[in-house]
């Protein structure tokens, strides 16, 4: 595993990407630091850290859509297969070596806040619980885009694919007003769901009887929950999702509370990826 | 040792492997021989462990490749069909990585990669970017990544393909050298190379084993009888009058050059060597032989037989002219002996 993260790592840094990633979130943290905290004189920097989330649908493709699709298209992946060590090191490997790509810019920016309280009050605790959530919402998503980097072998399209998935969770909560509140409305929205994650089930397995399956057996148990529990489906859809979604969860974090759901969540988030990228990749094994 | 058994690959319906069975000895030089999709590379990344088996049981030393595949990966070094390089390393940091990964022990690391450096001289180039080496050098970095680790077994996907002649033919000596301290198997669609480097030879075709067997056996099994080849100073006449009574002559076919000369081919019985008695008639009869060498059956023969049954075994209606790989083979390989310089 050290030695699949040292050669990625070093890869990040020998090619550009590396500092791509450090240099748009240094600019951009610079950028709202000064107009936040030393033109306007906010004491919080947790804005600063609020105002550049919208950087992960940047960073987060240009970070993840190389790490398998590129292995794939190069044929080293065959090299990584016949390794005697197991796929998830090998991945875990890349995601640790992403996770410290980013962990380097946002160290730097950790002493933003210190160099602030040279000129005032500063309320560390939020700006570093803030911190924290950040880092660990980057985590979430590059977890994601890995995934989505181990379907393809263009690198192109794992990017604009872990784009289109990191806006749609950016504006999750946004979307989720828009859902209709009433028990049927629901039950529609959540059958979308149920397509989609069949759909995902295809796409992984390849197998579309297993697709169909999973959609089959889910949609089964949604509209017997639906039968039964007809009041409880009364604006669900919308509270899931909100629940479900990550920048949300960031929200307590900046607001100085250290969220340990937050924590969890994002930490499963990101584990469900790494677990799903590892299947991925062992699937290809048998198909 | 490699033992494979009923081993079968299926993609959806269609089969890319079928039922394959066969045990590699160790300290040997395996020839592993098809036409192109013939399923060779399939059945490399199965033994290697790159792709899974839909049926079939592969155990490299007693360990098998899905089960214990940590143990069974440890013995096998691969180089598959396009080598796995990454173009922004330079070959040496390249090695080191692949040691780490393969998880040699840290003391030996640099031990392992300057030896794999050496062996398969490619110290000019270590400190370039991948990249910008020449197929010839990529093929031997990926040869040298195969041999970190000290695996028993190396395995090679048609390590010549796309060099030229003198990088072929380094690349042959490096297997013949490799061969020594490992077990080796290469595939190949060219019987050549097969030929000129193997003890041993796999045919494979259409997913099916056709053939198992050492090169001189396979080429005796299907090569009937050795011929002599002759130009001798003669008429046809004298020349029949000269060999009619010899014996040990299958068949005797002479053809009348200009200048009276005449080409000689002389099909000897089984177990027979008639160059010495033909010699000899010729020296009686003071007719000069200007030129005498016995023509071995090429393995060419054999592939092309081999394969041919089994296509028409496989689609009886469909006459399928075999090989195109005779195009890229060498001229049939003669043997030159000792004729007596005349």
Redesign the interface.
């Known amino acids: 595993m050290?030695?699949?993260y040292?050669?990625e790592l070093?890869?990040f840094y020998?090619?550009m990407f590396g500092y791509i990633v450090a240099g748009f979130m240094l600019i951009f943290a610079g950028i709202y630091c000064s107009a936040y905290n030393l033109s306007a004189g906010y004491p919080a920097f947790e804005y600063v850290l609020s105002a550049i989330t919208f950087l992960y649908m940047l960073i987060v493709p240009i970070l993840t859509m190389r790490s398998f699709a590129e292995e794939r298209r190069?044929?080293?992946?065959?090299?990584l297969?016949?390794?005697?060590?197991?796929m998830s090191k090998v991945v875990w490997g890349k995601y640790l070596a992403m996770l410290t790509v980013l962990a380097v810019p946002i160290v730097i920016i950790s002493f933003y806040p210190l160099i602030l309280t040279r000129f005032g009050t500063v309320n560390l605790i939020g700006a570093y619980s803030g911190l924290v959530g950040y880092f660990l919402l980057g985590a979430a998503l590059i977890a994601l885009g890995m995934f989505v980097s181990s379907l393809t072998e263009n690198q192109a399209v794992a990017a604009g694919l872990s784009f289109i998935c990191t806006l749609l969770v950016f504006m999750m909560s946004t979307l989720t007003s828009y859902l209709p509140a009433s028990a049927m409305g629901s039950y529609v929205t959540l059958t979308i769901f149920v397509l989609l994650a069949g759909l995902l089930t295809w796409l992984i397995t390849k197998n579309s009887t297993i697709g169909i399956g999973v959609a089959v057996i889910l949609e089964i148990a949604l509209s017997v929950c639906f039968v039964l529990w007809r009041s409880a489906f009364i604006g669900l859809a919308g509270t899931i999702l909100q629940q479900l979604s990550l920048f949300d969860r960031l929200g307590s974090f900046l607001n100085g509370m250290f969220d340990l759901t937050g924590v969890v969540y994002d930490l499963s988030f990101a584990a469900v990826f790494v677990f799903l990228t590892v299947q991925s990749l062992e699937k290809?094994?048998?198909? | 040792m490699i033992e494979v058994s009923h081993l079968t690959k299926r993609?959806g319906d269609h089969t890319a492997v079928a039922d394959l069975s066969f045990t590699v000895a160790d300290g040997q030089i395996y020839g592993f021989l098809g036409p192109n999709g013939a399923g060779k590379s399939t059945t490399m990344?199965m033994i290697?462990?790159?792709?899974?088996a839909t049926e079939g049981q592969i155990t490299i030393d007693g360990h098998d490749i899905f089960e214990d595949?940590?143990?069974a990966?440890?013995q096998?070094g691969?180089l598959?069909e396009?080598?796995?390089?990454?173009?922004?390393?330079t070959p040496r940091?390249y090695l080191q990585?692949?040691a780490?990964?393969?998880?040699v022990a840290r003391s030996d690391i640099d031990a392992q990669v300057a030896h794999a450096i050496s062996v398969t001289q490619i110290a000019d180039v270590q400190n370039r970017l991948i990249k910008h080496l020449s197929k010839g050098y990529k093929q031997r970095v990926g040869i040298a990544?195969a041999l970190l680790?000290n695996p028993k077994i190396i395995i090679l996907d048609e390590p010549t393909v796309g060099l030229d002649p003198l990088q072929i033919i380094e690349i042959r000596d490096l297997i013949r050298d490799l061969g020594k301290a490992h077990t080796v198997i290469l595939s190949s669609h060219i019987l050549s190379e097969i030929q000129a480097v193997c003890d041993n030879i796999l045919i494979i075709s259409k997913g099916k084993l056709v053939a198992c067997d050492t090169t001189e056996n396979l080429q005796e099994l299907f090569a009937g009888n050795r011929t002599l080849s002759l130009t001798v100073k003669a008429t046809a006449e004298e020349v029949h009058q000269i060999l009619d009574g010899l014996e040990g002559v299958a068949e005797l076919r002479c053809t009348p050059l200009e200048n009276g000369l005449a080409e000689v081919q002389v099909v000897e019985q089984a177990e027979q060597d008639l160059a010495e008695p033909v010699f000899n008639a010729f020296a009686d009869f003071r007719r000069p032989i200007l030129r005498m060498n016995e023509v071995h059956a090429n393995l060419e023969d054999v592939f092309i037989e081999l394969i041919d049954e089994n296509q028409r075994a496989a689609v009886p209606e469909e006459a399928v002219p075999a090989a195109p790989e005779a195009a890229q083979a060498e001229p049939e390989e003669e043997v030159q002996r000792d004729a007596g310089n005349l």
């Open positions: 050290l030695a699949i040292k050669r070093s890869s020998k090619g190069q044929h080293t992946d065959q090299l297969y016949s390794l005697p060590i197991s290809r094994r048998w198909s | 993609y990344n290697t462990g790159c792709i899974a595949a940590a143990e990966k440890k096998i691969y598959p396009i080598p796995p390089l990454y173009p922004d390393m940091e990585f692949v780490q990964a393969k998880q990544q680790g």
